[in-house]
């Protein structure tokens, strides 16, 4: 497609329930970030790929949170046992990988931990 | 990325020009400002962005100050599909290759119709 998509749109969770997130970027767009963004506050970075390369994880808040890139296209982020602190909507972006130049973002998967 | 400051909110009448101002004291050389917007319910969205001189496209203009240590989003005609929060960001334009983006609070922009 022509944006970034990400699946699902809407997840409610029960505590210590295991979630998986989707997103698929722009085709041939190398750099894929994943953030997480709390209400009323900007997104925080939580992990980015080259390829299927994980070169930073440094935001990922715990190792209850996973992500992975095995061929190079599709992501998922993937949080187990999760907890009510874990609400919030979760931002995927890719871009061409040149850098300086723009990412696309996609709408977002927002997560209910009830 | 170095960091940027920005106000809470603006208001602006719809159909007037709208002017966003970031300040970035500790902006490098080599630093480009950035500007995303994120509408309701949706990912930011890049709006624009420069180096020294100002730039316009078919969203809006950045005004960048001599100094490079602040910098102005100008929205020509602001319309109630604006109304979002605009975010000011610094990227260091010798990067090689892509590398997070660092985000603030940004300005919430309200709209009045």
């Known amino acids: 497609g022509a944006g970034v998509s990400q699946s699902p749109r809407y997840k409610v969770a029960k505590r210590g329930q295991d979630v998986a997130l989707r997103c698929d970027p722009i085709?041939?767009?190398?750099?894929l970030f994943w953030y997480q963004q709390a209400l009323g506050q900007g997104p925080e970075f939580l992990t980015y790929?080259?390829?299927?390369?994980?070169?930073?994880k440094s935001g990922l808040p715990s190792d209850r949170f996973f992500a992975e890139r095995p061929e190079g296209s599709v992501s998922t982020l993937k949080i187990q046992r999760t907890q009510q602190e874990d609400s919030a909507v979760y931002l995927c972006?890719?871009?061409?990988?040149?850098?300086?130049?723009?990412?696309?973002f996609g709408s977002g998967t927002r997560l209910t931990v009830v | 990325d170095a960091k940027t400051t920005q106000p809470n909110s603006m208001e602006s009448n719809e159909e007037e020009p709208v002017h966003l101002p970031c300040n970035h004291s500790?902006?490098?050389?080599?630093?480009?400002i950035h500007w995303y917007r994120q509408l309701p319910s949706q990912g930011p969205e890049y709006v624009i962005h420069?180096?020294?001189s100002n730039v316009n496209n078919r969203m809006a203009s950045l005004a960048i100050a001599e100094d490079r240590k602040s910098s102005t989003l100008i929205l020509h005609r602001a319309t109630l599909r604006d109304a979002a929060v605009y975010y000011c960001?610094?990227?260091?334009?010798?990067?090689?290759?892509?590398?997070?983006?660092?985000f603030g609070k940004g300005t919430r922009l309200h709209i009045l119709p």
């Open positions: 972006a890719s871009s061409l990988g040149s850098g300086g130049g723009g990412y696309t």
């Open positions: 085709s041939g767009h190398v750099s």
């Open positions: 790929f080259q390829n299927e390369a994980q070169l930073d």
């Open positions: 500790t902006i490098s050389g080599t630093d480009y």
């Open positions: 420069g180096l020294t």
């Open positions: 960001i610094l990227r260091d334009v010798f990067a090689n290759r892509d590398d997070k983006i660092i």
